[in-house]
């Protein structure tokens, strides 16, 4: 390859589609997560559950196993509705956290170091640029989410046979819909304060603040003006409201009505949206 | 045609930054040229496609600003003049990536990176952190991002801002090179009147968002060839009738100096066959040179 090349010249090939093209930014960043060793302990952390999940799976079918020593079958929690609702709000918790830590990178040092007229004088929009940005945060959360979830399910589903698969079935699929959702939601959210503050410290604050202060503004909201609406401010609660609706889970307590955990949620992602729109810009008018 | 402005206007809330612009330019390298406030950056912006026009419209390398965004950011090269860059990436990275988003393939982005960061002056600090450059390093930097996929037309904001006297040198001569390479045209906005001086063919004046001044700077330097300046010693008399019997308009302005204007096509030669038949010497002959200072400063009190 020529690279000492003095002269200019102009390039007249052909061009990759556009289509293609917001894929070049979870590319070229996927290094600059992998090489913080924090990042990569606590993903293997997040590996540890579902691994605890497959091995109380495993031993529940192996009855050699609780043969020897002597542990009744009746004893064991049972693989069902609530099993699968309980991990994901495991593994929806560790997600959240892993947003903090990943997540503020993707686009605070674009708006701070003001790169984003350098990505948007060329054919590659806005919508492109965020989508390109919140692919990398999924592919991530999906890592340690849906996907061994899927794993754990179908251990459970080959130990358990095909009549169990077929009465789960449904399982599978809030399963996958409720942490894609939340894994989407964690994504948008990220970016959207991370667009807002600027700076990547004070995001990753601000997204934990999100989670942990915003029960206690909740429970305040409640207490000060005796309502139940207040813990619609409570996010970890409203993905808890809607993986409930989703697992079917009648025992589950709430102060919100799944309907209005849905209308929250959406109502979120909308000001993640909003605020999106207002800061991915290559040019702010001071007016 | 490089620019075309159809009653251009530009407003943000109630202010009017930029007023009915109304020009053609279709010149290799074009200069942006006002006081502080007047429009250019606006212009540029505008032109790029961050900011909406609010009246008239504009077309680039043909193409319309408002409905061929993305065919137009297929063709340009823009270097901001902020600091712009992503501080966690090498400078080879950096200016790749900047390739693949214009469309170039993976390898083909790569290699011309490389390319790119040599011929700016970069090629020994290209896997260093851009967070690490300094300010010179940067702005060459921001320059190998704005041409590594071989735009048709580059559009540089303030080229040489913060740069010092061989930095500023070194882009000056990187300017100049890529105009005379012909492969590209040049937008160049700069409010040091040298650069532009330097570089441009033509100039384009702005003044509290309007065009004062359209220049050809090209035409302007030929035109001021036609002027001539010029002190003679010895026996001169007569000198001011035999240039206008040579088609000279010549005014003597007394102690053997002399204001002319040449004819088309008049030889300078015939001056000095005149006077060395009559041992007459010339301590000094000048052509007429407007300056763009002159230039600017004239549009300025207009």
């Known amino acids: 390859m020529a690279v000492y090349k003095r002269t200019y010249k102009a390039f007249d090939g052909a061009l990759t589609p556009g289509w293609s093209r917001f894929l070049i930014l979870p590319r070229s960043s996927f290094g600059q997560v992998t090489q913080s060793k924090f990042v990569m302990v606590y993903l293997m952390a997040c590996f540890f559950f579902p691994l605890l999940c497959a091995v109380f799976i495993y031993i529940s079918h192996n009855v050699a196993f609780l043969q020897t020593f002597n542990i009744p079958a009746a004893r064991l929690f049972a693989i069902d509705n609530k099993f699968f609702e309980f991990f994901c709000t495991f593994q929806g918790t560790m997600a959240s956290l892993l947003t903090a830590f990943i997540g503020p990178q993707r686009v605070a040092p674009d708006l701070a170091n003001n790169a984003l007229p350098l990505y948007f004088c060329r054919p590659f929009t806005r919508a492109e640029y965020v989508l390109g940005k919140m692919s990398l945060l999924v592919y991530f959360l999906s890592l340690i989410t849906w996907m061994p979830g899927l794993v754990v399910f179908i251990i459970q589903a080959s130990l358990a046979g095909w009549q169990w698969t077929r009465d789960n079935a449904w399982i599978l699929g809030s399963l996958l819909l409720g942490l894609m959702l939340w894994d989407l939601f964690l994504s948008l959210m990220a970016l959207a304060l991370s667009a807002w503050v600027k700076w990547r410290i004070a995001a990753g604050a601000l997204i934990l603040g999100v989670f942990f202060a915003g029960a206690g503004f909740g429970s305040a909201v409640n207490a000060i003006v005796r309502t139940s609406y207040g813990s619609l401010l409570d996010l970890r609660q409203v993905i808890s409201v809607i993986w409930a609706h989703l697992f079917r889970d009648v025992s589950a307590t709430a102060e919100i009505s799944a309907g209005a955990a849905w209308g929250a949620l959406a109502g979120a992602a909308a000001v993640c949206l909003w605020l999106l729109a207002r800061r991915i810009r290559a040019f702010e008018v001071a007016r | ?302």
């Open chain 2, 1 to 302: 045609m490089i620019l075309e402005l159809d009653g251009l206007g530009v407003r943000f809330g109630t202010r009017e930054i930029l007023k009915d612009l109304r020009v053609s330019l279709s010149g290799r390298a074009i200069g942006l040229l006002g006081p502080n406030g007047a429009g250019k950056s606006t212009l540029i912006q505008t032109l790029v496609g961050f900011v909406k026009p609010s009246a008239g419209t504009a077309r680039v390398l043909g193409h319309d600003i408002s409905r061929e965004r993305t065919q137009i950011h297929a063709l340009i090269g823009y270097m901001p003049e902020d600091d712009s860059f992503i501080a966690n990436m090498s400078a080879v990275a950096f200016v790749r990536m900047m390739g693949e988003l214009s469309g170039l393939p993976r390898e083909t982005a790569l290699e011309r990176a490389h390319e790119a960061l040599f011929y700016v002056g970069l090629g020994e600090a290209r896997y260093r952190l851009l967070g690490t450059y300094s300010l010179g390093m940067k702005q060459l930097a921001k320059l190998a991002q704005a041409i590594v996929h071989g735009p048709k037309l580059l559009i540089l904001d303030e080229p040489t801002n913060g740069l010092d006297p061989p930095a500023r040198q070194r882009m000056i001569r990187l300017i100049q090179e890529m105009r005379d390479s012909g492969e590209m045209h040049l937008l160049i906005c700069s409010h040091l009147l040298r650069d532009v001086e330097e570089t441009c063919e033509e100039v384009l004046i702005l003044k509290q968002g309007r065009i004062v001044h359209t220049s050809n700077l090209e035409q302007e330097r030929r035109a001021n060839r036609r002027f001539v300046e010029l002190e003679a010693y010895g026996h001169h008399h007569g000198f001011a009738d035999a240039m206008t019997a040579l088609g000279c308009e010549c005014s003597p302005l007394g102690l053997g100096r002399f204001r002319m204007v040449l004819p088309e096509g008049f030889d300078l030669k015939e001056i000095y066959r005149w006077a060395s038949g009559r041992d007459v010497q010339f301590r000094r002959l000048n052509h007429r040179r407007d300056t763009l200072e002159e230039i600017f400063l004239k549009a300025m009190e207009n």
